[in-house]
């Protein structure tokens, strides 16, 4: 079998991602903790199930396109 040949990318030439609040283009990843219950998982005690997001490092925006729960998007405060 012939190998595949990965694609050559110049990260240069790709877009980078802004938030969508101040503009701001460095993140730090938090993480969202969502409880799962153990009647949902057959197990003895319910399970926390950790999901990383990034949040913009200058004003504590989650852009829309990068939370998983939207629920969560008037929740994240920065101190």
Not at 50 to 60: M, S, W
């Amino acid at each position: 079998m012939g190998t595949i040949e990965k694609p050559k990318i110049d990260l240069k030439q790709c877009e980078t991602i802004k938030c969508e609040k101040c503009g701001g283009i460095f993140f730090r990843e938090v993480i969202i903790f969502k409880k799962v219950p153990k009647i949902m998982t057959g197990s003895l005690e319910d399970t926390n199930v950790p999901f990383p997001v990034p949040l913009c490092d200058n004003c504590g925006h989650l852009n829309k396109d990068q939370n998983p729960f939207e629920e969560t998007s008037n929740m994240i405060k920065k101190e």
